[in-house]
Every structure is written in structure tokens, then in C-alpha cells.
């Protein structure tokens, strides 16, 4: 059962489309994925069905209300987390908590408690007195996450919300992620990070330009690329004969090649076809190799394969 | 009433985040204490006798006793010397090399001519270019002058009764009488020009000018940065972050609002507080009427802070075009001298600023000793500037950065 229908979503500023006819929808208690590199559309996305911008065109829903014509019924539900540090950074983490579980409607013990299970889940409960500006930036993070989780939504919109953040905290935000998900929430993660969201999501649309360019699990997507891969050598010694390449490039499967230095990259549709003819013809030039990897297909190849350029510039 | 409820907690949370701001509090009342208290200081001797010493030239061609009353009146002044001064001195302000503001002629028969009841002229010189003390001077002559005119009335007064009850007493007989008994008891009661500086009403303290033009502009500049603070809660996020939950504009921008004006209130209550009870700064007889005036000027202020907001884009730009607007409406507005010595037309250039109108009130109150019911035309207009402020302002102002 969905509880997110984004239709044809267009947003535009100016004559230029940030968002520019999205579609997707997302089943209960999904992690839902949205990747993309900087300026695909992610945040205007995801500020449409938080109900912050209205769309210039297309139609969101959040379980069956028009985030359009239902906004104020929409806010009740959702959780939002945004891309920035939105809290008070004069303010304890404590009195930032109580305040936006206010504008939620909480007050008196439930309120107390809710900001207690909050700061205890993203662990900062000792550190509650502290004004957030004392705070290293992942446990700002953590905070940030917080003060969207106190109502209990029902759909919970994260934004970019490892930015800047060590590995450790990182893995404290997705603990907390899971734990949220676990309790019958559903997700929407953006991120521009292809590992993150191929961790964490059970559902992942890549997005370039305003534009879905490819969705599915992460298995789906991962077979758009075949059972292709890459190759890599090292080859002693250092350079390799000329016309090598060519010969590579003729072999089976073999979609490109890329020497740099002693090393030779070799992009297959299916790598472990093209490995024995390879290795052939280096032997046959008389190239020695000292060493060798293949690199199973990732959402980073497929990002390449898809618009021509990294994920990560 | 959860929006009411809501407005409040929006409140709360701003006046929560000013109570810890020591910066704020700088900038709200220590920075304008400093000025005023260097200001009035530096400036008491044009507002009052203080420290000024000023030489008058005096060219007496009286040969009556009401002349030489006159000088000797001025002089008693601690503030004055007095020097006797031929036409051409008294003409050019000069004798002996050094120069005075001002100079009296006092003509001749000017006693006669005064006892008779006749319009008398005293000629008057004065330094164009002198910016302190001629005025000051002048304010001298014209209070001692003025003694003069009511002794004069009061003679008249009398003879006029006198001649009214006996009809048989000689007219003249009696005037001349009563005139020599009035200007005995100005004998006995020299001039006390220092209560009567500039001809005004009372002894003026300059903290009674000061205080309230430096109080609102410092208000002003207090607007601002809650103007800076509201752009920058929507460019930070959390503004954003209000937008998506179940809270209405309204409450997120009249609780920010609300907490503004209780800010600006107890900024311009302290500053006067402060000016009262530590330099004696006159509160007037009227209480009620000087807290309309505070909470009125704080209200427009407010809305002014609004106005400022919507009408720029970001924070520096808020602090710019804030900086430059507050500074035309001080200089213009009467916070940095009295609108009394500039121009008529100016006086009504300024009265384009929030600043006339508040100071107006204010200082009806406190130095003209007015009440409640002299400046509610003041206070009306006030209210009425903070609305058409408050209004565009709501209405301009944006949620979402462009
Ligand atoms: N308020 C705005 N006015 C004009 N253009 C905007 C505005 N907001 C976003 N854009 C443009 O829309 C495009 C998408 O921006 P968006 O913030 O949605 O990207 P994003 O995927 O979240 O990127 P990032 O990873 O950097 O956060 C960008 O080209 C951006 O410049
Ligand atoms: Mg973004």
C-alpha cells in the first residue's frame, strides 16, 4: 500500500525547472531513496510533499491528503528534517526540543517524556542542558533529526541529513533511522551519497536535472547495468605497448578501456566473460601483471552510465 | 485558541533567545546609556547656565533707573559679564579685540517711555555664525525682558482698579505709585535668569532632552536587529521548519512580532528608568501619559522593524538600508537636537519620521509639563503610523526566501 503519491511534480523558478515532472510513489514503512548530485531537484522534491513550496504543476499526496489543498492536515502527519541545522543555536538542545514539540500540539508530561525518548534515542540525553552552538556538527545533526521525530510522524522527510558528519555519527543517524522505520514509520532519504542510500533504502530513485532518471530496489537498478563491472590491472612494466588497448577494447564485452600510469581500467558488460580474453592478450604482449581487481556493478557506474558524468564532481 | 497558545510559545522562545543575548543587551541599553550620558553632559552648558561663560556688550543710553535695573538684572546672572560698550562696539560685537555673540541697546527715555506705557524696542545684535551662546543670551534678555512687561501689566492692573474704586484719585498719581511699587519688589527680587533659560518654563536638565531622542533612536536600531534576526530565522531553517508544522503564519509571525514589541517596551522603559532615577531626567505629572507615549513609540517601532524586513532581502541588506533609514529619521526626526531650532520646513520634513511624532509626546509630557489627554493627538498618530507600517509590512513580507 502506497502512502506517497508524487505526480508529474514541476516546480520552476523563473523559466528554469528545478523540479521538472517527478513522479514516484512509496509504500508503508519504505526507506525510500532519493539520489542525485547537487542541484537535481532533491530538496525543492522533497520541500513540495513537506507541503513548504507549492509545486507549478502535478499533484502530491501524503496517505490520501492533497499536500496542495490539505496542507495544514499534511503538517500533522509529516516530520520534516531539513538539509540545514534548523535549531536555535543560543538554545539548549532541551529547550529546542520543547519548543517544537509545542508547535506540535505537545504539552505537559507528554512533551517531558517525548523529549526524554528523543534525546535518548539519538543519545544526547546527558548533553540536553548545552546550548547547541557547543555542539560538534554531528551532534547538531542528531539534534536537527530529533526535533522531527518528536510528534511521531507517520512519514518522516530527511534531507541530506549526514552532511558533514564523522563515520561514527553517521552510523548513530542510521541507527536512529532504523529504529524509526522499525516503529511503522516510512522514509524519504535524500542523499548524494550512492553508499548511504544503497545501505538504507529499500527504494531508490536517482534523480538528475529535476529528473527521475532510474528507480527501483537496489537490486533492480543494479541489473540495468547487466552483470557489467570493471577490471583492473596493474601491469609491469610501467606503460603499455602501443595498440595495446585497441586489442583489449576488440575483446568480448568489453565497452571501454583507460590506462593511467601502470594501471589499466577495463569497463566489460559482463566482466567475468571478458577476464580470460583479456588476460590473454596481455600475456601475449608480454605484459606482466601485478595485480588484479573487479568491481562489481555499483549505483555510481549506473549514475555514470545514465548522464555521462560522477555522481560526486 | 492553539493558535493563540502557539503565538505565545513563539514568543516565549524569541524572549527566552534575547534573555540570553548579552550582545542584545549591549546594543538595546548600555551602548545608548553611554551616548546619552556623554551627550547631555557635553551639551548641558547650551540648555542650561552650567559652565557657560558669555560676554554681553551693553550700550545703555537710559538715563532712568529701569535701564540700568535691566543690565544689572542680566548681570546678576553668574554666567554673564556684562560689559558696557559704545554704539559702534555693541554694533560690530567687538571692543578691544575680542568679539561677544550678542549685544543689548537699550535706547534712550527708556524709562519714561516704559512708565508711560509705550511699546519700547531694545535693539538686539547677534553673531549669525554663533551657535551656542547667542541663543543662550538671547533667551537671557528675553526672560528678563518679559519680567519687565508683567511688571509693567500688573501697574497697569492696578491703576486700572484704582481708578475704578475712586473715581476721585488722580489716575496718574496712582500709576506712577503702583509702577514704583512694582519695580521695588523687582529690586527685592533680582531676575533669576538661570531659572529661565531661553525664556522657557522651567530648568531644563539635558538629560530631559537627551533621554528620549537617543532612546528612540537606539529603539530604532533595536527593530533592527530583531528585523536581522527575522530574516535570518527564515534563511537558517527553522522559519522553514515552523512553515511545515502545524502552525499558522499568523502565529509565527505575530509571536515573533509580540516578543519584539515586549522587547522594545522594556528597552525604552529601562532607558528612561535609568535616565530618572541615576540624572534626575523630568517624568512629567503625567504617568499614564508618558507610558501611552512609550508603549505607542514602541508599537510603531515595531512595526517599522516589520516594515524593514519585508522590504529588504537579507540580513546585510536589512542592516544597510536599516542604518541609513534610522539615522535620516533621527537627524530629521529631532533625536539629535530639538526640532524647535531647525527651519519650519524641516520641522515638517521630520514630522515625516516616527521620531517627531514620538518626541513630541514624550517631551510634552516631560519638559512641557502636558498630560494625558494634550498628546493622545500624538499618540494617535503614532498608532496610526505603526498600523499603515504593520500592514504593509505583514502583507510584504515573505516566508520562503526568493
Ligand atoms: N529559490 C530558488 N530560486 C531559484 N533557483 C532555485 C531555488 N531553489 C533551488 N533552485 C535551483 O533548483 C535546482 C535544484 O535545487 P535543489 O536545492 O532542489 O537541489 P538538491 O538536489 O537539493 O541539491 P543539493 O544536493 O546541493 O542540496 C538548482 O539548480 C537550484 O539552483
Ligand atoms: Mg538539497
Redesign the interface.
Known sequence: MSIVQADSLVKKYGGIAAVDGVSFSIEKGQIFGLLGPNGAGKTTTISIL????EPTGGEAAVDGLSVRRQA?KV??I?G?V???????P??TAL?NLK??G????LGGALLDERCRDVLELVELWERRHDNIEKFSGGMKRRINLG?GLLHGPRFLLLDEPTVGVDPQSREHIFDTIFKIRDNGATILYTSHYMEEVELLCDHIAIMDRGKVIASGTLKELLKMLGEGGVIELEVAPPGCPAGLKEKIQGQQEVTATRSEDNKLFVSSSNSARSLPPVLKVLEQSGCQISSLELYAPSLEKLFIQLTGKELRE | M?AIK?LW?VTA?DL??VA??RGAWMTLLVTPLVVIVVVSFALSPIYKGGSLHATMLVTNHDAGSLGKQLTDALAASPNITIQPASDRESQTLKQSGSSSGLSLVIPKNFSARVQAGERVQLQVYEDPNSTTSAPFLKGMIDGAVNRFSAVEVAAKVAVAEAVEQNRQADASAVASQASAAASAQMQNQPIQTREQPAGGVKTLNTFDIETPGFAVMFLLFGVMIGAEGLLEERD???M????????SRASILGGKLFAQFIVSVIQITLLFAVGHFAFSMDTGSSLAGLALMLVATAFTATSFGLLLAALTKTRRQASSIGILAILLMSALGGSWWPLDIVPSFMRKLGHLSMNAWALDGIKGIIIQGQGLADILPQAAVLFAYGSVCFLIGLKMFKV?AA
Open positions: 513537506s507541503t513548504f513550496l495544514g503538517r500533522e509529516i520534516f531539513p538539509q540545514e541545522i534548523a535549531l536555535y543560543t538554545l529547550q519548543f517544537y509545542k508547535m506540535y500540539g526535533a | 492553539p502557539k510559545y522562545k527566552l533567545i540570553k543575548d537558517k531553517g527553522t522553514g521548519r515552523l512553515m511545515v508544522a502545524p502552525v520562503r
